[in-house]
């Protein structure tokens, strides 16, 4: 990362931290922490900011997702982001629409078009938006102005499985993790720190839920002649690149403590994977 990329990151989460604490104050004084969080102490620490500063950069680092310099995010384009962001409401609004409070993190939010449909038809629910850079942050601000329960964008490597640690009990306890088309336009390397960290941010959520959508393989194979071609075209332009198996994303889940309840099939052959964390034992005394 490099300087200025840290000083960015420092200086936007402090400003967002201030600027929702009076929400998650508002919200503690209710005391509607719901049943599907243990242990939440974030209203005592909505003041603080995204966790610690990093270290200053040593060098400037080349974005190494793409060989051309793009973003995963900058190769999905808004006009999919416009038709799919109501199949994606339509399972995300009913798992999500009984909790009183928690935090969303949106990993690769892309333009935002997607955590400003959904936020509106959750307002209890507070919506964190990332993204690898802070390219299209200036589009996000743009699609979720007016929207109280969406903090301003952060930058967040979505293939470093530590990003939970920045949070260091801000805000609101988390409730669940939204990926948006990331696992195909990104090196394997970025699903396991979705997953891996996914797994530590809702360590502590009862029935915590990481809902992944995009388009994958099942049982090794497309599911449609366009996939197959479209997945050509992603390792050609970048070997690390390409479609995922199902299989695949539910194995490494359940090494990190997470089960499968549901794929949902989703229009132009996309999938919905609904991923729900498995409690915490405890251990016998």
């Known amino acids: 990362m490099t300087s200025t990329a840290a000083r960015l990151l420092a200086g936007s989460f402090r400003s967002f931290a201030h600027s929702r604490a009076t929400l998650a104050l508002n919200r503690a004084s209710s005391s ?7 242990g939440a102490q974030f209203a005592r620490s909505a003041m603080a900011s995204f966790g610690p500063e990093p270290p200053p950069a ?10 051309n310099g793009d973003t995963f995010n900058k190769v999905a384009s808004s006009a999919a982001a416009e038709r799919n962001r109501q199949p994606i409401a339509d399972v995300v609004v009913p ?11 949106e990993l690769a939010c892309g333009t935002g078009q997607h955590v400003a449909h959904v936020a509106p038809l959750l ?13 299209s942050f200036g589009s996000v601000t743009h699609h979720t102005r007016g929207l109280e329960n969406v903090l301003e964008p952060g930058v967040l490597d ?10 260091a009990g801000s805000w609101e306890p988390p409730a669940a993790v939204l990926v948006v088309n990331l696992t195909h336009i990104s090196p394997w390397e970025a699903t396991v720190g ?16 990481l809902m992944i959508y995009g388009p994958f393989k ?13 997945d050509a075209s992603l390792r050609e332009r970048n070997p690390a690149w390409g479609y995922r198996d199902v299989e695949a994303v539910d194995a490494l889940g359940q090494t990190h403590g997470f089960v499968m309840e549901k794929v949902h099939e ?17 251990p016998a005394e």
């Not at 509607?32 to 243990?38: E, Q, S």
């Not at 979705?194 to 839920?209: M, P, Q, R, Y």
């Not at 099942?218 to 071609?229: D, F, I, L, V, Y």
Request: contains cysteine.
């Open 95 to 105: 798992l999500l629409a009984h909790l009183d409070c928690g935090l969303v993190v």
């Open 266 to 282: 989703m229009p132009a052959n996309n999938f919905m994977l609904i991923m729900r964390r498995r409690a915490k034992i405890e």
């Open 123 to 135: 307002p209890n629910l507070t919506w964190l938006p990332t993204d690898l850079t802070d390219e």
């Open 158 to 167: 979505a293939s470093d499985a530590n990003w939970p640690d920045r949070f």
């Open 194 to 209: 979705a997953v891996v960290g996914s797994a530590k941010l809702l360590e502590d959520t009862i029935n915590g839920l």
């Open 58 to 67: 040593k060098k400037a680092k080349e974005n190494s997702w793409d060989k």
């Open 218 to 230: 099942r049982g090794g194979k497309h599911t449609s002649e366009g996939n197959a071609t479209f």
């Open 32 to 38: 509607r922490i719901g049943p599907h969080v243990r």
